[in-house]
T-cell receptor
């Protein structure tokens, strides 16, 4: 069955440093998409970055990059030059391509705190 | 433009009462999704609509939960005979289509069952 695992309940990072948030996934579908969302304390879900299973290159969006290691089934999020505003809950999610439902399966999340 | 909106933002209800949660998707978005997020947890998929059709209701936690959508517009999630375990934030999202990878989320409705 499809599953997303985030093993870090909480992480700390010093402002301006880089941080990696871990995500592993399990699926038997050869076609899938991987997502990262940010959820600040206000509660809204903010889309950050997307990686398709057939994409040859790692996705990047500004300070966010996704370290996609297909053989290991991992999709870690790297945030460079952390800012205080990056403090939030981060969720990794997966959508299976052949299910054609658009359904996202989420991990349990990682709380990131950026220290000044 | 306007994003996904949800109402009410907060709802406190007594155990056993029925509640109705509303979602207004982004105009033109044909796909609409409902998720539930318990305190400190990830999001749990409930149901999706393509247009006003909901082909898969298997994510709904029990038969007390139902959802409908009018055309490609407003959706309501109804919980009958609420229980304390229904307390959670209910999030709605919409996208241009099922194959569109970006889902835009609303602010959620925080439901508290006392």
């Amino acid at each position: 069955a499809q599953k997303i695992t985030q093993t870090q309940p909480g992480m700390f990072v010093q402002e301006k440093e880089a941080v990696t948030l871990d995500c592993t996934y399990d699926t038997s579908d050869p076609s899938y998409g991987l997502f990262w969302y940010k959820q600040p304390s206000s509660g809204e879900m903010i889309f950050l970055i997307y990686q398709g299973s057939y994409d040859q290159q790692n996705a990047t969006e500004g300070r966010y990059s996704l370290n996609f290691q297909k053989a290991r089934k991992s999709a870690n999020l790297v945030i460079s030059a952390s800012q205080l505003g990056d403090s939030a809950m981060y969720f990794c999610a997966m959508r299976e391509g052949t299910s054609n439902t658009g359904k996202l399966i989420f991990g349990q999340g990682t709380t990131l705190q950026v220290k000044p | 433009g306007a994003g996904v909106s949800q109402s009410p933002s907060n709802k406190v209800t007594e155990k056993g009462k029925d509640v109705e949660l509303r979602c207004d998707p982004i105009s033109g978005h044909t796909a609409l999704y409902w998720y539930r997020q318990r305190l400190g947890q990830g999001l749990e998929f409930l149901i999706y609509f393509q247009g006003n059709s909901a082909p898969d209701k298997s994510g709904l936690p029990s038969d007390r939960f139902s959802a409908e959508r009018t055309g490609e517009s407003v959706s309501t999630l109804t919980i009958q005979r609420t229980q304390q375990e229904d307390s959670a934030v209910y999030l709605c999202a919409s996208s241009l289509g099922l194959s569109s990878y970006e889902q835009y989320f609303g602010p959620g409705t925080r439901l508290t069952v006392t």
